[in-house]
């Protein structure tokens, strides 16, 4: 549960295209703005049935092949990494294309009250200045978040602020989940979602080993229950944003950005979107930044023993993985002396898979 020191890494491309004919020069451009956007990553599938290699490798193609008839798709991030977002701007547009432009972002970085303002600015009713003046973004939002937002403008996708407002779960961390609920006024409870538990199971161990535990220095159990349920409001409000988009838009695919510990090893909002909805075809990834090509071990981060009370987590063999994938990209302390470059394992043959039908025509320009 460290925290990882990162400082920032560039990867830059130059293309000469001296004496090439305006119409190659034209390909040339458009193939150096891909390569500029693809991030060097290492994906690993935690599935036998879903790798083609033992290593459990494969390539970006093979995954979007795999994602593209998920109903939900969970990008678990460090908020800090660079590379992290890169990645996730890439597999937007990947399966924006693979899914005929049915696919709807939503987002942890946004809470559910400024959904009208982000709404307006998708629309084009008010310009970015307004936007960002009464949205609420993140400190990094320029950065980190905005890529994808004017992705989703430039192409008509949906844009969701999933998360609860921040003041309203930090009153439950102050005061206690029964305090705080009973409180919220009715035009409060229109941002919290309907039904919210906080169970002690495998969430919880986690949650309690990363708040400190047991040992020196660590919050009393009290406190930690009040954090927990704080923490747990967030995953349902999250996992109700992305029910309602699923029920009024069926045939939109929900990719989801959040803090990786909101959906690693399938717990937290991505359990709580498959207790509302079991039929759902839930995919989490785990993104994780690593210092060397070395360091990728998707196993690496099996669920700790001491957080899986959990039956299931008992039976399996390595523990429960972080997620149906695990991609790795270069963090900010890559090293120096290996060449960053953009490698993919070699294709595997190709197989018969389902892909998704055209979205109904009346969605069109959505």
């Not at 083609?52 to 998920?70: H, I, K, P």
Request: aromatic share 8%; with cysteine.
């Amino acid at each position: 549960m460290g925290v990882i020191k990162r400082r920032l890494a560039y990867v830059v491309i130059a293309v000469l295209s001296i004496g090439v004919p305006l119409a190659a020069q034209a390909g040339i451009a458009d193939e150096a703005e891909a390569m500029a956007q693809r991030v060097p990553k290492r994906i690993f599938a935690t599935s036998a049935d879903s790798a083609w290699s033992r290593s459990g490798l494969l390539s970006f193609d093979a995954l979007v092949r795999e994602l593209a008839g998920a109903d939900v798709v969970f990008l678990g991030e460090q908020h800090d990494d660079p590379a992290t977002h890169r990645l996730q701007l890439e597999l937007l547009k990947a399966l924006d294309q693979a899914r005929y432009n049915a696919v709807t972002l939503a987002l942890e970085q946004f809470e559910r009250d400024v959904q009208p303002v982000l709404d307006d600015y998708l629309a084009g009713r008010i310009d970015e200045e307004q936007f960002l003046a009464t949205g609420r973004p993140w400190p990094n939002y320029e950065r980190d978040y905005r890529p994808l937002v004017e992705y989703c403008r430039a192409h008509g996708l949906p844009v969701v602020a999933g998360n609860i407002p921040r003041p309203l779960a930090s009153k439950i961390a102050k005061e206690g989940f029964e305090t705080a609920w009973e409180s919220y006024t009715p035009e409060e409870r229109v941002w919290v979602a309907r039904e919210t538990t906080h169970p002690k199971d495998s969430y919880w161990g986690l949650f309690n080993m990363a708040m400190g535990g047991h040992g020196e220095g660590a919050m009393d159990e009290e406190m930690v229950e009040k954090f927990y349920a704080a923490q747990c409001i967030k995953d349902d409000t999250m996992a109700e944003s992305i029910q309602l988009q699923l029920l009024s838009r069926p045939y939109r695919q929900v990719v989801h950005t959040n803090g990786s510990f909101h959906s690693d090893y399938g717990l937290g909002t991505a359990a709580r979107i498959r207790w509302r909805l079991p039929e759902a075809r839930v995919v989490v990834i785990a993104i994780r930044p690593v210092a060397s090509w070395q360091e990728c071990d998707p196993l690496a981060e099996a669920l700790p023993s001491a957080a899986a009370v959990l039956e299931e987590d008992a039976v399996q063999p390595h523990g429960t993985p972080l997620g149906e994938y695990v991609i790795f990209v270069p963090g900010p302390d890559f090293g120096s002396d290996e060449v960053v470059s953009y490698p993919e394992p070699p294709e595997e043959p190709e197989m018969e898979m389902p892909m998704p039908m055209p979205p109904p025509a009346e969605d069109k320009g959505e």
